[in-house]
C-alpha cells in the first residue's frame, strides 16, 4: 500500500501557466508535509512545507494548498520558468519516527 | 544553506563484494537517515539513526545492511555482501532534530556488477 501518492507523472507547461502537483497520502499520524524539487544528478532540495494546522502556505511564487480532512496536498507554482523544469517529489513527514515518505515524482516542464 | 558531503560520488563493486558508503552530516545534527533511488522512481527510506542507535528501519534495510558513525565521524552504510539490486543512488540526509528540516547529501551512485 503505498501511503503517498503523487500526480500527474509527468506534466509540461508554457512559461508563464501555473504549475498544479498534487498528492495525497494515508497515515494520519503524518504531521508535516514537505515539497523538494530534484534536478537531474543533484540531490533533493527542500522548497516548501507546510503544517497541518494551517491550510495554505505561500512563499513566492510556489504556494501549497492542504485539506486535511481530504487528506490531499497540492503545489501551485505560479507563472513557471523554464528553470523550474525538475522533478518534484511531494514527501509526508511522522516526528514520532523522523522518517519522509516520498510520492513517486512528477517531472515537470516549462517550456518557453 | 547547511551541506551534507557524501564521498564517493560513484562506486562501482561486483556482486558479493563489501562497500561502505560515507556521509559527513551538518555539524549540529544529531539525526541521520539513509534513502535509496533507483534511476527514475521515489526516493525510499531506509533507516534512521540518532544517539549512536538506529531508531527505525524500512523492509529495504536487509540484514547485510549496517550503520554506524563512531566517534563523530563519517555517517556510514555498509552493505556486505552487495546484490545486483544494490545497484542505485543513495543519499544521506541529517537534521537537527525529528521536528526539522532534513537535508540532503549530493547522493553515492552504486552500480553492482
Known amino acids: 500500500q503505498q501511503q503517498v501518492r503523487q500526480s500527474p507523472q509527468s506534466l509540461t507547461v508554457w512559461e508563464g501557466e501555473t504549475a498544479i502537483l498534487n498528492c495525497s497520502y494515508e497515515d494520519s499520524t503524518f504531521d508535516y508535509f514537505p515539497w523538494y524539487h530534484q534536478f537531474p544528478g543533484e540531490s533533493p532540495a527542500l522548497l516548501i512545507a507546510i503544517r497541518p494546522v494551517s491550510n495554505k502556505k505561500e512563499d513566492g511564487r510556489f504556494t501549497i494548498f492542504f485539506n486535511k480532512r481530504e487528506k490531499k496536498f497540492s503545489l501551485h507554482i505560479a507563472d513557471s520558468q523554464p528553470g523550474d523544469s525538475a522533478t518534484y517529489f511531494c514527501?509526508?513527514?511522522?516526528?514520532?519516527?523522523?522518517?519522509?515518505?516520498f510520492g513517486d515524482g512528477t517531472v515537470l516542464t516549462v517550456k518557453p | 544553506g547547511p551541506k551534507v558531503l557524501q564521498i564517493p560520488s560513484h562506486q562501482i563493486i561486483d556482486m558479493g563484494q563489501m562497500v561502505t558508503l560515507n556521509c559527513d552530516p551538518v555539524s549540529n545534527h544529531l539525526y541521520f537517515y539513509w534513502y535509496k533511488q533507483i534511476l527514475g522512481q521515489q526516493m525510499e527510506f531506509l533507516v534512521n539513526?540518532?544517539?549512536?542507535?538506529?531508531?527505525?528501519k524500512s523492509k529495504l534495510f536487509k540484514d547485510q545492511f549496517s550503520v554506524e558513525r563512531p566517534d563523530g565521524s563519517y555517517f556510514t552504510l555498509k552493505i556486505q555482501p552487495t546484490a545486483l539490486e544494490d545497484s542505485a543512488v543513495y543519499f544521506c540526509a541529517s537534521s537537527r532534530d525529528r521536528d526539522y528540516e532534513q537535508y540532503f547529501g549530493p547522493g553515492t551512485r552504486l552500480t553492482v556488477l
Open positions: 539513526f540518532y544517539n549512536g542507535k538506529v531508531m527505525e
Open positions: 514527501a509526508a513527514h511522522n516526528t514520532n519516527t523522523g522518517k519522509l515518505t
